[in-house]
């Protein structure tokens, strides 16, 4: 057991290193969904409100948990990148030859990318109460529950790409072709209610769909009305842990069959 928890711990804190030491990551992965947040929530307040919401819930309100998940998939391809540096530093090769399993490995680097996810998604969250979303400890607890489950997810998602990858150019042009639709379409931007529906059917389809409604329902777990029509806390969670364990092992297999 030693054997197979020695190596996720090192490379585990060896992200966290990393991270202490290139602190413009912090400012990257947080300044940009703020300010989308503010400009897209401020602009559209006075003139949208998300249909399927109570009535007095505004667009900065609404956008809000949106982007503590957007928060949390910057953070995910930023890790993950990390995969491709440590190719080129030729220190994924030293890595590689050691008697230790794959898995072992990607399940370090997942760890690592969502512990980070998770403490900057923990530092948006301190932003509720501007917009307008006030939070218990049992909704701050679920919450982190449930970003812990999205930031593994995503993290894991990041390094199915990234063990394929040897340009850090060609995994940004691919993750932004799959994460950030996948955002879009996860009810994060836009409510489900009221779209065409080729829409409805693809944001049902999303598992980040369910990872969105179940921090939703987190954040509201004191007053469920207000988290508006979202699938059901329980199956969300459930979808959610799924997610984030087939993400963990497409991400091993990948890994063991990209040993070059």
């Known amino acids: 057991m030693s054997g197979f928890l020695l190596p996720v711990m090192t490379l585990w804190q060896r992200e966290i290193v990393r991270f202490v030491r290139q602190r413009s990551r912090l400012g990257s992965a947080l300044s940009t969904p703020l300010v989308f947040w503010l400009l897209l929530g401020g602009g559209f307040s006075a003139s949208f409100r998300p249909p399927g919401t109570p009535a007095g819930t505004g667009y900065l309100e609404y956008l809000y948990p949106g982007m503590i998940i957007l928060v949390i998939l910057f953070t995910a391809i930023f890790s993950t990148i990390s995969v491709i540096e440590d190719r080129k530093a030729g220190f994924l090769q030293g890595v590689l030859v050691a008697p230790v399993s794959r898995a072992s490995i990607v399940l370090g680097q ?151």
């Open 110 to 260: 997942a760890l690592g990318g969502a512990t980070l996810a998770l403490l900057q998604g923990v530092l948006f969250l301190l932003l509720a109460p501007l917009a307008g979303v006030h939070l218990t400890v049992t909704a701050v607890v679920a919450g982190i529950v449930v970003m812990m489950l999205v930031s593994f997810a995503l993290t894991s998602v990041g390094l199915m790409i990234a063990w394929r990858m040897h340009s850090i150019q060609g995994f940004h042009a691919i993750m932004n072709l799959i994460l950030m639709p996948i955002w879009f379409l996860s009810g994060a931007f836009f409510p489900p209610t009221g779209v065409p529906s080729v829409l409805g059917w693809l944001m049902r389809l999303n598992p980040l769909t369910y990872g969105m409604a179940a921090l939703r329902n987190s954040l509201y777990i004191g007053n469920p009305a207000a988290a508006g029509a979202l699938p059901a806390m329980a199956p969300s969670l459930v979808i959610t842990a799924a997610f984030a364990a087939g993400t963990f092992a497409f991400a091993a297999s990948t890994a063991r069959r990209n040993l070059e």
